[in-house]
């Protein structure tokens, strides 16, 4: 219910949630929460992420519990996850969620969107772990470092395209085209 009312008690309770020592309740909390965001005007939605983000800095654990249900949860929470981790750009998710993009077609592309919301610290993130990522994290990191605008995504994908896989080569070069 106060996912679907808009007045600013509701809101601290909702952003208060974030911080529950219950899993539950924090994925309530962000359930609601994205709501509000969807159903808000761009001023209002755009004022409510400031909030979240910063409540999620204060509450560091609503990130790191987020980060690991993105690989275990239901299909329905891990892509409401995906969407809160790019709201609250917290660069440590970019791995997680480029790992949850590879495990379904629509939370790939939730989970895509959200690493390009990330900015250059996603690219840096997923630059500096390059070689530890497999065939199929290479593929959708090109997609991600694609959509992306920061140089050292950029260099990345032009360093790809020396790759000795044709596939990752190929990917490299869509994603600077």
């Known amino acids: 219910m106060l996912g679907r009312v808009s007045d600013a008690e509701s809101e601290e309770v909702l952003l208060k949630g974030l911080e529950s020592g219950s899993r539950a309740t924090r ?20 004022r409510l992420c400031v909030r979240l983000r910063s409540c999620a800095a204060t509450a560091p654990g609503a990130v ?21 981790l790019g709201i609250v750009a917290a660069p440590e998710a970019a791995l997680p969620l480029l790992c949850a993009a590879r495990d379904d077609e629509a939370l790939a592309e939730v989970a895509l969107g959200a690493l390009t919301g990330l900015g250059t610290a996603g690219e840096e993130q997923i630059d500096a772990a390059w070689n530890t990522l497999d065939g199929d994290l290479h593929l959708l990191a090109c997609q991600a470092l694609g959509r992306g605008r920061g140089a050292r995504g950029a260099a990345r994908l032009v360093i790809a395209l020396d790759e000795a ?13």
């Open 165 to 177: 896989d044709p596939t990752l080569r190929a990917a490299a070069a869509r994603a600077l085209a």
């Open 27 to 46: 994925e309530a909390a962000i359930e609601a929460l994205l709501r509000v965001v969807a159903h808000a005007e761009a001023g209002e939605a755009e």
């Open 64 to 84: 790191s519990d987020a980060m690991v249900r993105l690989g275990e949860a239901d299909l329905g929470t891990r892509i409401l996850i995906a969407q809160f």
